[in-house]
Every structure is written in structure tokens, then in C-alpha cells.
Nanobody, 121 residues
Framework: QLQLVESGGGLVQPGGSLRLSCAAS????????IGWFRQAPGKEREGVSC????????YYADSVKGRFTISRDNAKNTVYLQMNSLKPEDTAVYYC??????????????WGQGTQVTVSS
């Protein structure tokens, strides 16, 4: 069964950090572009970051540039999203997706459960 599982979310104070993990089972992540997306209450899902499979290029939404870093650990078949200097507006459910080989990811066939990130004092 092909599956992506997000983890690492939680409650953090403004200015804090979290590292999200996207672990794959049933397939090898290295062959896919991996994107992180988020959906805040009452808002549409938006792309946050992406890492391509071809050359490892990374992409970030303007709202997270300089604060978030996406990376791969091919040995662990996992992609991470390091989130620093978190702001209340980063509060959302975060999802990862594996599609194609290049960024940006424009279409996602199915979504996992996601992981909740709450930034609040």
C-alpha cells in the first residue's frame, strides 16, 4: 500500500521551531517531487514548499522564505520541513504529497491525514 504519513506537528510559541516529517511506505520518495502544503481554518489549501527529484531544487512560498527549509533523507525515505521563527499565521494542518518529478506540484491525487501545527502564546 502506497502511503505518506505526516508527523511532527504540535503547539509552539511564536518564534519557536518545529520539524515536520513526511515518511513514505510502499514506494521510494527519491523518485518524486515532494511538496508540503497547509490549510488553515476557513482558508484554501496552499503550497508551502517543494523539492524536486531531478536536481533537488527547492521552492518556497514567499510567506515562508527564509524561515522554512525542506530536505530529503533518502536513506530514511523521508522528507522534512524545518520550520523556524514560527508565526501565528503559520497555524494550519500541514500535508505532504508526492507527485511527478518537478516542482511546483499542481495536482495532488489524494491527501493524507496531515499534522496540526498551532502557533500560539
Amino acid at each position: 500500500q502506497l502511503q505518506l504519513v505526516e508527523s511532527g506537528g504540535g503547539l509552539v510559541q511564536p518564534g519557536g521551531s518545529l520539524r515536520l516529517s513526511c515518511a513514505a511506505s510502499g514506494f521510494t520518495l527519491v523518485y518524486y517531487a515532494i511538496g508540503w502544503f497547509r490549510q488553515a481554518p476557513g482558508k484554501e489549501r496552499e503550497g508551502v514548499s517543494c523539492i524536486s527529484s531531478s536536481d533537488g531544487s527547492t521552492y518556497y512560498a514567499d510567506s515562508v522564505k527564509g524561515r522554512f527549509t525542506i530536505s530529503r533523507d533518502n536513506a530514511k525515505n523521508t522528507v522534512y520541513l524545518q520550520m523556524n521563527s514560527l508565526k501565528p499565521e503559520d497555524t494550519a494542518v500541514y500535508y505532504c504529497a508526492a507527485e511527478g518529478s518537478s516542482c511546483p506540484i499542481l495536482f495532488v491525487g489524494s491527501w493524507g491525514q496531515g499534522t496540526q501545527v498551532t502557533v500560539s502564546s
